[in-house]
């Protein structure tokens, strides 16, 4: 079996993951049906059979319907949020079958309270590496905001995604990684690899290319979400925020994600 992996440009800068064998398909956080409907239209061979879903936002769940009504996909979602019913509902350590796909489903809450992530491991004799599909809540150089969880929450989520295999293909929601990468220079100026990154992402975005997918090895490298317990992190945080006692690491965290908030 060979898969197929397109990231599908939604809005100003949403990616809709399509992800397929030749025949079966899946797509992960439809926000918009148009860009699945036109992609289907260019792969006849394509049948779209799964719908996931990561968690509740509109801009992930906004092309549902029109999807379920022309293709008659099954929808599969997080157990407890407010989505297009009907959903077959999913909870953290579950395994599913999508599209012939065999997806672990991850808890992450954090961008909202009931957010999930998929985690392919590939089977047998595929060459393809392990893919992840995390929504909202890691991206190539950040994480997503705080909407309904806490920063401890969101520390354990990011270190649930970290904690897998680091050839992992990260396949994020959103292409912010210019804007992320920014932010990530200001608090690790001297960091090679963030800078080779976004020289290199600058060229990409520059030829309207998509930045991702990302891998998890390169995010442990550049991403200070996930570096917040290295002292390069830590001094930087530190540095904007004085008033921080010790250096409990939620609060490290919450103040990067803070800082990052209010960053120009
Ligand atoms: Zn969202
Ligand atoms: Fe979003």
Known sequence: MTTHLLPLPAFADNYIWLLHDGRRALVVDPG???PVLDALARMPDLQLEAILLTHHHADHTGGVATLRSQTGAQVLGPADEKLPEPVSRLNAGDTVEAAGF????????????????YFLEPAGT?????????GDTLFSGGCGR?????????????DRLSALPCNTRVCCAHE?????????LAVEPHNQALIDHHARCT???????PTLPSTLALEQAINPFLRSRLPSVIE????????????DEAAVFARLREWKNNFK
Do not use: W
């Open 203 to 209: 060229d990409l975005r520059a030829k309207h290319e």
């Open 176 to 184: 912010y990684t210019l804007s992320n990468l920014r932010f990530a």
């Open 32 to 34: 918009d049906a148009q």
């Open 236 to 247: 930087a945080v530190q540095a904007q925020a004085p008033d921080l006692p010790g250096a």
């Open 146 to 158: 705080l909407f309904e969880g806490t920063p401890a929450q969101m520390l354990a989520s990011l």
């Open 102 to 117: 065999r997806l672990q489903v991850i808890g992450v809450p954090g961008h909202t309270a009931g957010h999930i992530a």
């Open 126 to 134: 595929d060459a393809t590496p392990p893919l992840l599909f995390c």
